[in-house]
Each structure stands twice: as C-alpha cells, then as structure tokens.
C-alpha cells in the first residue's frame, strides 16, 4: 500500500499545481492581454470612476430612468454576492405574490402604458442580476421616462433604437438593451439638473 501512495501524492500534487496554479495563470495572462476590458469584468467608468459593469443589473427606482428586471439575488435585489434565482416554481404562492406586486407597481409607475405587461418587468433572472430588458420592456417604460424628463417619447424611443443589442451571432438571444448604458444615454442626451 505504501508503494502506491508515493506516486498518488507525487500525481496529485502535480495536478494541483498544474491546474490550480499554472492554467489560471496563463489564462488569465492571455485573456488580461487579448481581452483586457472583458477580463476585468466589462467596467463601465464615468469621470474616471467605476459605477457598473455591462454584466451586471443594478437598481434604479427614479421615473426618469429605465428600470431593469425585479431581482432575486440578496434581500434587497441586485447584490452580486448573492446571484441566484429565487428556486420558486410555477405554482408557488410566493411567486404568484412576488408577481403580482410586480404587476400593480410596473401599472402605478408606468400610467400611461396599457398592454401587456411584459414577462421580464414581473420575473427576476435566472441570476437575479440580468443587465438587459427586453425591447418590450424599453417600449413600455418609454412614456414615463419622457414625461419625467419632459421630453417627447419619440425622443426617447429613438434612443432605445440606437442602444439596442442584436441577436448574438445573428440567431442567439433577443434584440435587448442594456439598462445601465441606456440610462447614461439618457443622462448625456438630456441632463437631469
């Protein structure tokens, strides 16, 4: 038995070095070289300081900003330490709750609108931390945004167009748009005093 714990020990401190400390080194050496922005998490800077990421949702509850998806991850919603989606089903009680509050706050902030509401203004992320909307969502918070910076909707519609993002290879995902990047549109085109 002896003779076999030799080699066992030798092997797997060899893997261990190799993959615990040589492969993430030179990934992360390659990737900090061809991917530098993406490698560092896809900061967004403003005035030189870090105020988000292009991979991470974050919460904006003013009537002048677009508002990103409800968010399960952490008690108060969006805490990237705590990405998870909230594990209830479709005929939980919780989420028909957690829905419906959703419905009667998206219909007492947004007024003016009188469709559908869609899924991702009601349902968290699988990671509670989804930075996008979908172009219904934009569409349907389009009206409060303009009239809380009184502008036309047009305006602001125009501006959703300009912002969105395309399918992923042409055929993966949906055309979306990235709430934290479309709210600093909004405050470059039409400053907020």
């Known amino acids: 038995m002896l003779k076999h ?3 066992a020990f030798r092997m797997t401190l060899f893997l261990t070095i190799l993959t615990g400390l040589i492969y993430p080194v030179v990934i992360t050496g390659i990737c900090q070289v061809l991917f530098k922005d993406k490698a560092d998490g896809s900061l967004i800077l403003r005035d030189g300081r870090v105020i988000g990421s292009q991979l991470i949702g974050q919460s904006f509850t003013r009537a002048r900003y677009f508002q990103p998806r409800p968010s399960a991850a952490g008690n ?5 330490t705590a990405s998870q989606g909230s594990n209830v089903g479709p005929t939980s009680l919780k989420l028909f709750e957690r829905v419906k ?3 009667e ?9 009188r469709g559908a509401i869609p899924a991702d203004a009601l349902a968290a992320s699988g990671s509670g931390l989804d930075p996008e909307i979908s ?5 349907a918070q389009s009206a409060r945004v303009a009239a809380a910076r009184r502008i036309a909707v047009d305006q602001v519609r125009a501006l959703v ?18 709430v934290l990047e479309l709210n600093l549109a909004l405050d470059r085109q039409w400053p907020v005093r």
């Open 135 to 139: 172009m219904a969502n934009a569409e």
């Open 5 to 7: 714990f030799g080699p």
């Open 76 to 80: 108060d919603g969006y805490d990237a």
């Open 161 to 178: 167009t300009r912002n969105i993002e395309k399918r992923r290879f042409g055929f993966l995902g949906e055309p979306r748009v990235n």
């Open 105 to 113: 706050q998206f219909r007492k902030e947004n007024p003016q609108f």
């Open 101 to 103: 509050t959703a419905a």
